[in-house]
């Protein structure tokens, strides 16, 4: 394990959880690994302790940080009129709660993207009195007209890419589904700003679709969820907000080095959220590709790593994967910083109980990333009306997530099924369902606990 630290960048460190003896002709090697950044977000910015401060902590330094907010304007957003005042409240909420010196703009999404604050394809640098203007022109925001989501988010990445800053984020609102532009033109604005600024996505009340808002924050590496009730926009918005504040580092990749012969057959953030990575990999070199992982403040990940390795013979061992986290320069004139690493192994052995022994780490997010699968599948047989199978998928969630400990998604399962007994699964599906509560599930599926260490 390898730390690196320096100004206004965490401290980073990489932990291998695995079981590394393979039996003769074993060729899987399962790991998780354990990513944990320290001293950023808690630090404002400033430099860490016992470094010496940096050309970037400098006055008239670039913003570290760049934000915009994209809130629905469609006519559905009057519907009830609370909502749209609600929207208003909490986008004020979130502009509070800026850094100040960080830039920001407004966006308004209907079928068309405006952005409101503070205009002409700018951004302004928040202090008390452009925070004072943007309020003012949010409390001139009316509902009317279309959804198109690709649109603000191809405007929202005009507004960060002209920004001089490390963090670029937007956060989404929305109350509907995307019928102003064909899905085709939603996936390629989110092929096009991926990569280059993070995205949380919310849908407020239960007319949006649920597909929609999480492909965007799985697409931008952000985060998604229901807000049922507009009155609780104000106190969700703050806290987005607040968490892209104590962001002090983006565009950090997790890069896999394999040896000749080695494959991998999957990469998966697997805590604090599902999130397959296998297919965004990048190519460093012949033997190394990089994985998005997004921005980081003071926290921890995990990342599930699968690899196949060539069969050897009992006593063998070798190096099946060197994980590092990397943070290429922003210039692209030097090489990338390497602020962490770790190794995965496979030993070839005869002792039929060290070979057989299941990791619990791997065991544990094995189960979690299974439990977000068939909670997908049994909704998904639910609403075509295939019960038996909702019925059998829902119950192995149940199972699933009793097993596991996951109590929050045990509970919003038990609002859609009847549970007979957690332990083998047995469940009855309900006769009526709220809406809400087949949406929060749905919306809330991909998160997962922490393995009890």
């Known amino acids: 394990m390898a730390n690196f630290s320096k100004s206004n960048v965490p401290q980073f460190s990489v932990e291998v959880y695995q079981n590394e003896f393979l039996p003769e002709g074993g060729r899987e090697v399962n790991a998780i690994v354990t990513v944990t950044s320290t001293g950023g977000g808690t630090t404002g910015g400033v430099p860490l302790p016992g470094t010496a401060p940096s050309a970037a902590d400098a006055p008239g330094r670039p913003a570290d940080a760049a934000v915009v907010l994209m809130v629905d304007c469609s006519g559905s957003m009057d519907y009830p009129p609370t909502k749209m005042r609600n929207a208003r409240d909490a986008t004020a909420a979130a502009v509070d709660t800026l850094r100040e010196g960080t830039r920001f703009a407004v966006v308004a999404g209907t079928h068309v993207a405006k952005d409101i604050y503070p205009g002409n394809g700018r951004l302004a640098v928040a202090d008390a009195g452009t925070k004072a203007q943007a309020k003012e022109a949010l409390r001139r925001l009316s509902a009317g007209g279309g959804t198109a989501i690709g649109s603000w988010l191809r405007l929202a990445d005009r507004l960060l890419g002209a920004a001089d800053a490390g963090i670029r984020h937007g956060i989404l609102l929305t109350d509907g589904r995307n019928e102003h532009e064909a899905p085709e033109e939603l996936r390629a604005a989110l092929d096009a700003c991926a990569g280059r600024f993070t995205c949380d996505a919310r849908g407020v009340g239960t007319d949006w679709d649920v597909k929609e808002v999480t492909s965007v924050a799985s697409a931008l590496l952000g985060t998604a969820d229901i807000v049922a009730d507009p009155s609780h926009l104000a106190a ?51 033997r190394a590709g990089d994985y998005p992982t997004g921005s980081w403040g003071d926290e921890s990940r995990d990342y599930h790593v699968c690899v196949r390795v060539p069969e050897a013979g009992i006593g063998r061992e070798m190096l099946a994967a060197r994980a590092s986290l990397i943070l290429p320069d922003p210039t692209g004139a030097a090489a990338p910083q390497v602020l962490s690493q770790g190794l995965v192994r496979a030993v070839w052995t005869d002792d039929m109980v060290a070979s057989t022994s299941i990791n619990p780490q791997v065991a544990h997010y094995t189960g979690q990333a299974e439990l977000a699968q068939v909670i997908q599948q049994g909704l998904d047989a639910r609403k075509s009306g295939d019960f038996d199978g909702a019925t059998a998928k829902l119950g192995r969630a149940v199972q699933l997530a009793s097993a596991s400990g996951n109590e929050e998604t045990a509970k919003l399962l038990s609002k859609v099924v009847d549970v007979v007994d957690a332990a083998t699964g047995t469940v009855r599906l309900k006769a009526k369902v709220a809406e809400v509560d087949e949406m929060t599930l749905e919306t809330r599926s991909t998160k997962t606990v922490r393995v009890k260490k």
């Open 236 to 286: 969700d918005f703050t806290r987005m907000m607040e968490n892209a504040m104590g962001k002090e580092v983006a565009d950090v990749a997790l890069r896999l080095w394999t040896p000749v012969g080695v494959e991998i057959r999957f990469v998966k953030q697997v805590a604090p959220t599902v999130e397959d990575l296998t297919g965004r990999r990048t190519e460093a070199s012949p």
